[in-house]
């Protein structure tokens, strides 16, 4: 009787079991769904990040092809009107911070 009795609550259990058991791997599912969703989200947000600079270096290199784009124009428009660049020791250069000084020295009747 009591092998009986044993298979018996076994049968009555089984079904509780298998859905025990049904609803386990479904929330287990979901937890694992759940995890990758935010590994994406945080994928996707770093990747935003990313075209974001890249977008900012974009218009920067489109800034600096502009303006040599311009100042190869500058350089064209020079060269047919007959200028050129100076040659070695034409440019002299002034510093200015002791000027200044003097000027200022000057004026205080130093």
């Known amino acids: 009787m009591d092998r009986k009795k044993g298979a018996y609550s ?24 759940q995890i990758r969703l935010n590994t994406l989200n945080y994928e996707i947000i770093a990747l935003k990040e990313k075209k974001r600079k890249l977008e900012e270096e974009k218009k920067a290199y489109e800034l600096e092809l502009n303006s040599l784009k311009i100042l190869t ?3 064209s428009k020079a060269r047919q009107q007959g200028l050129v660049l100076p040659k ?11 000027t200044v000084n003097h000027e200022s020295s000057s004026e205080n009747g130093e």
């Open 10 to 33: 076994f049968r009555r259990f089984l079904p509780y079991s298998i859905w025990g058991l049904l609803l386990l791997g479904a929330l287990l599912l979901y937890v694992e769904q």
């Open 73 to 75: 124009a500058i350089e």
């Open 88 to 98: 070695k020791g034409q440019i002299q250069f002034v510093d200015i911070k002791n």
